[in-house]
């Protein structure tokens, strides 16, 4: 028996040793029957000893592998958690970008708004300057500055077109970033959520699980490679990243580009505002001086027909004459024939007769000339009357049709 418990203890040690070695051994101690019980025994109490040390084996095993478990997806955790606050943080930084853009798009829309409306009463007034007189419409300064105010609102129009077009596409493509952080971010909380349900777990909680039976042999056809699941998130960030770059240089320039496109509206309307008012001005006093002449027309017309009535009387009056002195003439041609001389009298009566029948004619033709002027007199009030008329609707069309529309127009800084 002690023989036995030797070469038991040495077996056990010997874990290389096998049965029959053990049995050959025996084979020298005793008969068949002495050997056949040993070796049964021994057998079975190398076989206990083997479960016995298996199960020992085993428990380190599985608690050596349950530690590195743990550890795996405790670093597992930390690595999402990383990602997570990566993700995180770009997100706030991305989210902030589309508010700012949704705000400056709203401000270009309201440019436009106003834009649009500049150019309306651009367009009235040029339509209603276009009533006036030819003469008072004729390439002036106005007309000038109110067809620069109506390119310069054109192309600013067209500008604000594309910037908002531009703010459109940056705030889909950040929409678009953001959605691939968010998924990401949701993706990751849900396998941290697992992986940390995975750390919690033990034999006792597994009992309560109902659980399919896992996939032993791969992760399917959708399983990524550690260093690409990095990469993913790495190309969601870096994009996020690009869009917020893009986004800020977008604003910076259309930041730059309102207040150039403001600054430019307001001095063009500027100029042509003063442009309006030099010419109110001009009108008003055209207007003025031609109203003064007026009464003078008038006075001259009264003072034509005043002179014509005078001459008229001096030609009656030298009529009066012309016929006393061809009277005295042909009563002097009643005397005898020897008195018939051709003395001082006679020559004095026959000048007298030449000169009343030229100053007579000489009247008649003053008295024409004066019917002549006259008629020039009234054709010229006239014409005064209608570019009294004209400056009037000029002055009405610029200072209150166009003026009143234009003074709402105010061109803030977009």
């Known amino acids: 028996r002690k023989l036995r418990h030797i070469l038991l203890v040495s077996a056990v040690r010997n874990k290389g040793r096998t049965m029959s070695d053990l049995d050959h051994r025996l084979q020298k101690f005793g008969g068949p029957d002495f050997l056949n019980v040993e070796v049964a025994l021994s057998r079975a109490e190398l076989f206990r000893a083997e479960c016995k040390r298996l199960i020992l084996e085993t428990e380190k095993a599985c608690r050596r592998m349950q530690t590195d478990d743990s550890k795996y997806l405790d670093q597992r955790v930390r690595d999402i958690q990383f990602l997570k606050k990566e993700l995180e943080l770009k997100l706030e930084e991305i989210a902030p970008e589309i508010d700012a853009l949704l705000a400056l798009n709203s401000r270009v829309m309201k440019a436009l708004v106003k834009n649009k409306e500049a150019l309306r009463v651009t367009t009235f007034c040029l339509d209603e300057r276009r009533k006036q007189a030819p003469s008072d419409r004729l390439h002036d300064e106005v007309n000038a500055e109110l067809l620069k105010e109506w390119d310069t609102f054109e192309e600013v129009a067209s500008l604000l077109q594309n910037v908002q077009e531009q703010i459109s596409e940056q705030i889909r493509l950040n929409r678009s970033a953001k959605y691939h952080l968010e998924q990401d971010l949701k993706e990751k909380f849900e396998a941290q959520s697992i992986d940390n349900s995975c750390a919690l777990m033990n034999i006792r909680s597994i009992n309560n699980l109902q659980m399919s039976t896992p996939n032993l042999t791969g992760l399917g056809s959708?399983?990524?490679?550690?260093?690409?699941?990095?990469?993913?998130?790495?190309?969601?960030?870096?994009?996020?990243?690009?869009?917020?770059?893009?986004?800020?240089?977008?604003?910076?320039?259309?930041?730059?580009?309102?207040?150039?496109?403001?600054?430019?509206?307001?001095?063009?309307?500027?100029?042509?505002?003063?442009?309006?008012?030099?010419?109110?001005?001009?009108?008003?006093?055209?207007?003025?001086?031609?109203?003064?002449?007026?009464?003078?027309?008038?006075?001259?017309?009264?003072?034509?027909?005043?002179?014509?009535?005078?001459?008229?009387?001096?030609?009656?009056?030298?009529?009066?004459y012309l016929t006393l002195a061809q009277s005295r003439l042909a009563l002097r041609q009643h005397r005898p024939g020897k008195e018939q001389c051709h003395d001082t009298a006679q020559a004095q009566l026959l000048a007298e007769v030449q000169q009343l029948i030229a100053h007579i004619s000489k009247l008649y033709e003053e008295v024409a000339q004066s019917e002549e002027e006259q008629r020039a007199l009234a054709r010229c009030q006239l014409e005064l009357k209608e570019n009294i008329d004209s400056k009037a609707s000029s002055l009405y069309i610029d200072e209150v049709v166009c003026m009143q529309h234009r003074e709402p127009i105010i061109i803030p800084n977009f």
């Open 222 to 320: 959708s399983a990524v490679t550690p260093k690409l699941w990095e990469n993913i998130s790495d190309l969601n960030i870096a994009k996020a990243e690009q869009q917020k770059r893009n986004s800020l240089s977008l604003r910076a320039l259309v930041e730059s580009v309102l207040g150039q496109m403001s600054a430019d509206m307001q001095k063009q309307l500027e100029a042509t505002t003063k442009a309006f008012q030099v010419n109110i001005q001009k009108l008003k006093s055209t207007k003025s001086q031609l109203e003064e002449k007026l009464p003078k027309i008038l006075s001259e017309i009264n003072s034509q027909q005043r002179i014509r009535e005078d001459l008229r009387e001096a030609i009656t009056e030298n009529e009066h």
